[in-house]
Structure formats: C-alpha cells, structure tokens
C-alpha cells in the first residue's frame, strides 16, 4: 500500500512540474536549480490539500508524500489540515496511516517525531493520538507478539514521555506483561521524566520500573530509579535531581 501511495506521490509532483534527479529534485519553473527533498516539501506538501480530492484521498497522497520525501513538514501539513476550516480528517485513514508507518521495518524518524512535538506535546490531541497508534490495541500487541505490532509498540512507547500518565499508564502496564517490550517502557519512563512536557507519577512509575527485567548495568537505569525513590516527577521541575543521581549512583 505504501509503495502505491508513493507512486501516487511521485506522479502527483510530475503533474506540478517537480521531478527527481540523481542528487536531489528539479523543478519546471527553474531546472537548474537542485532541490532537497526538504525545499520540495515545503513548497508542495500543502497543495495536496487543494486538490480536487475527497479529503481521505488528500490524506492517502499526503502519507505517500511523507514515504517519497521522508520529511517532517510533510507530517506538519497533514496536522494542519487535520485542525483546519475542512477538518478533521477522516480518523480511520489519518490514524490508519500512522499505524501502518510505524509498523514498516525503516526509519520513519519524520513519524516518530511528529507523534512526539505535534500531537503527543498538546494535550488536546495527545490522548486520542496515543489511543490510535497504541492505546486501543496494546492486548492484541501482547496476545499476537507479532515483530509488525511490537515495532510499533516500541516506537510509540519510546516517544510517549508527553503523554498525561492517566492516559499511558494502563498502556504501560500492559506493555510491560511482555519482557520483549521492557526496554522501550524504559525508555518511556525515563522519557516521561526527562521531556520538557513529560509527565509521570513517581511511585506509580516506580512500582512500574521495579516489574521491569532489564540488565542491572542498563544505562540511567540506577539514576531513573533514585529520582523517582526522591518522588520528582520531572527534570525541569527538579533540575538538580538527575545530577544528584549522577552524582550518588557513580
């Protein structure tokens, strides 16, 4: 599906004049000047919108945009849309698009970090965003421990540090019945307490932490663990915590 998307993508940019070269991409309206893919999404990723598309088609060449270019603005277009006069967009293929992304066996850095700073960040979004990429279906990740489902899994957990902890909290637990996802509940811990947004509760993320096997030298592990023992919930609200811990684990 995505290989179709991206098709549909490229010849969506032929049809607007921009087209891909060895280095880069060129444009018909000044052919010797060579575009990043970057330049090309800035330019053109908005204009999806415009075309004379339901809006769940607008979305489907959005994503294969996203797959084309690899860029983030891509992702930042697709939000805009979401929050504008002719949104939302239909939620099945806007989430559905995210979840098959986080599932493919690629970088999709451009993805993650648009979950991350756009829609985990803003609290009016974060928790129907967390729900459609994991929290409505983490028991069939744990049932199924298929690699697709665990990869997304792994994604979503490493980027949820902004998430409210009422929101990912059960997620969390539920994560954590399976030893293979223990490394990526860690990282959402740790990222819980250390993103500028992140939010956790000490003790509950303790009782959590202590469930997880994880190797002894796991690095910040001994540190997480004396920060919340401390009852800090976050690095900015405590900025001499961490280096404390540093300090009494070394």
Not at 218 to 238: C, D, I, M, P, W
Request: glycine share 6%.
């Amino acid at each position: 599906m995505e290989m179709d998307a991206m098709g549909a993508a490229r010849r969506w940019l032929a049809d607007q004049g921009v087209r891909r070269v060895r280095d880069g991409w060129v444009s018909a309206e000044d052919p010797e000047v060579l575009l990043t893919s970057n330049e090309v999404a800035l330019s053109r990723a908005g204009d999806v919108f415009a075309e004379d598309l339901d809006a769940a088609d607008q979305v489907r060449l959005a994503f294969g945009l996203l797959d084309l270019l690899d860029e983030y603005w891509v992702t930042c277009e697709i939000r805009f849309a979401n929050e504008g006069a002719q949104g939302p967009l239909p939620a099945d293929v806007l989430w559905g698009g995210y979840r098959r992304r986080l599932e493919a066996d690629r970088n999709i850095e451009a993805v993650t970090y648009s979950l991350w700073v756009d829609w985990f960040e803003d609290h009016t979004t974060s928790a129907r965003a967390f729900a459609e990429v994991l929290g409505n279906d983490i028991d069939r990740v744990v049932a199924q421990r298929s690699e697709i489902l665990l990869r997304r899994a792994r994604r979503v957990l490493e980027c949820s540090g902004p998430v409210c902890w009422t929101v990912k909290e059960p997620t969390y637990r539920t994560a954590a019945q399976l030893p293979a996802l223990h490394p990526a509940v860690f990282r959402g811990l740790r990222a819980s307490f250390h993103d500028i947004y992140g939010d956790l509760e000490p003790a509950a993320a303790l009782s959590l932490l202590d469930r997880l096997d994880l190797p002894t030298d796991t690095q910040h592990l001994a540190e997480l663990r004396h920060v919340l023992t401390a009852g800090h919930r976050n690095h900015y609200r405590s900025p001499r915590a961490w280096e404390d811990a540093v300090r009494s684990c070394s």
